[in-house]
């Protein structure tokens, strides 16, 4: 029996991928150009991934031989895809990654919804987790503090009362120093 080792790379995602409840793509980054070449084997690959685990009850499968690791929540899917020899454990933690800091930046309100209004700070979410397959962060307090919106940019509708108190501090302090 001959045992071959692989060689140690930083290269360890092959996808990340958020669909809805209807298997229909929302966002999706893939890494690997070999394994998904074209946007066709791309929504094929969704496809079957989806109609494997819309069901299913568990975190975890081997489809095409690549690892899917996934999480449902109301009507979307997240899935992190790794291949046949990464660490689970270390996709689990992408995944959670990606699920947590997203309900952080939508305010524990994870659905369809809210993440297509939201969709731009998602995007810059899934960039600092991972860039062309190699983790950067794990992290969702990290993700979220480098993704944050600053106060000015929220509408004031969806500001604490507390940030209300401050920004009319700040401004007040402008008006009087002028």
Known sequence: MECSLLEPTLYTLKGLII???DGNRILAKYFDSNIFPTSKEQKTFEKSLFTRTHRANSEIIMLDGLTCLY???VDLFF???GSSNDNELLLLTVL???YDSTSQILRKNVEKRNLME???VIMLAMDEICDEGIILEADPAQVCQRVALRSDDIPIGEQTVAQVIQSAKEQLRWSILK
């Open 19 to 21: 669909m809805d409840n």
């Open 71 to 73: 999480k449902s929540n």
């Open 79 to 81: 899935y992190v895809i």
């Open 96 to 98: 959670h990654c990606l």
């Open 118 to 120: 939201n969709l731009d």
